[in-house]
């Protein structure tokens, strides 16, 4: 027999020496949500092993992240109030401007996200501002953005990371965040985000479900996924420096096809139903926890995937420092 493809499966260094991808640390991206409040901050019931931060807990958790080789974290905030136009998201002392602050000032070399939304934020928990008839009004909602994005960049983040997907928001963000002189601000646009199932362990975290009917007339149809590259297309005409899908494991068709499409870099957004599903069958006894996160992975890197933003990160990191 000629080919037999087993010689190069038959130890652990030959398997290593011929392995065609691996899962850097400093790829990962670790969420952090930070709760205003002290009273809000503890643990996630939805979301087992993950936690609520106070503005000081969050900053404490970077050192501890760093220190382990992750370069970036993504912060969510849960507000003190909501009301119905996300006043206390533009506070430029509000619970995320603090918290970049602070996270900035105890880890000057972390990599700094804001995701850019406001469904934590309005009493509704609808992503946007409401017409009377209660649609999200799409322009309304993007100046809202605009104004939320440069009390981040004054607050000294990174990259905005607008999760909204109302259209033109990248274009506005740009022009706005080039006019005050943030040119620097990166833009990572959760470009093609689908009307997903798995956000519902995230909606307990953030405490932001829609109170009322859903979030299809903005995010994107599962069953779509031409689409999802014209939106991508669009974000990168707009101007955003990476582009995200989100979902990742339902939509590795979509990274890979993104990947033969684009030339920026591409993010993945390991969700928290695929969190809490593999934690939820681990608990069960049903699969083994290590094994199964190393697996799903690498599967984005196999798919193409630069970035991968997961609430693994830090397990990952502390099993593997440098890479696998
Ligand atoms: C805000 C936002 C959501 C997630 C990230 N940004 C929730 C949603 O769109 O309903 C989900 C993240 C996760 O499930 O881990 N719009």
Not at 164 to 175: F, H, P, Q, T, Y
């Amino acid at each position: 027999m000629i080919n037999r493809p087993r010689r190069l499966r038959r130890t652990p260094a030959v398997r290593s020496l011929v392995r065609e991808h691996r899962v850097r640390v400093d790829s990962l991206v670790q969420p952090l949500f930070v709760a205003a409040r002290t009273a809000d901050a503890g643990p996630i019931s939805s979301m087992p092993g993950i936690e609520r931060y106070t503005v000081e807990g969050a900053a404490a958790e970077a050192q501890v992240l760093h220190a382990l080789g992750i370069s970036s974290v993504l912060l969510f905030g849960i507000p003190e109030f909501k009301d119905a136009v996300a006043t206390s998201n533009y506070d430029p002392n509000g619970v995320v401007q603090r918290a970049i602050a602070a996270i900035k000032t105890a880890v000057p070399e972390m990599v700094v996200i804001a995701d850019l939304c406001n469904c934590e934020y309005t009493d509704h928990g609808h992503c946007g501002i409401l017409t009377d008839r209660g649609e999200v009004d799409n322009d309304a909602t993007v100046a809202l953005l605009v104004r939320t994005a440069l009390t981040y960049a004054q607050a000294g983040v990174d990259v905005i990371a607008p999760s909204d997907m109302m259209d033109g928001r990248v274009e506005a963000l740009r022009s706005a965040l080039d006019a005050h002189g943030y040119t620097d601000v990166i833009i990572m646009a959760y470009s093609a985000k689908y009307a997903s199932a798995f956000y519902g362990p995230f909606r307990e975290a953030a405490g932001s479900s829609p109170q009322f009917g859903d979030r299809r007339s903005y995010q994107m149809d599962p069953p779509n996924a031409r689409e999802a590259l014209r939106e991508i297309a669009l974000d990168i005409e707009e101007g955003a420096d990476v582009v995200m899908v989100k979902p990742a494991l339902p939509y590795l068709d979509i990274v890979r096809s993104a990947r033969d499409t684009f030339e920026v870099p591409i993010a993945v957004y390991n969700v928290s139903g695929e969190y809490s599903m593999v934690v939820a069958a681990v608990e069960r006894g049903w699969m083994e926890r290590d094994r199964t996160v190393d697996e799903l992975l690498v599967s984005f890197v196999r798919a193409g995937a630069d970035i991968i933003i997961t609430y693994f990160a830090k397990e990952f990191a502390q099993r593997h420092g440098g890479s696998s």
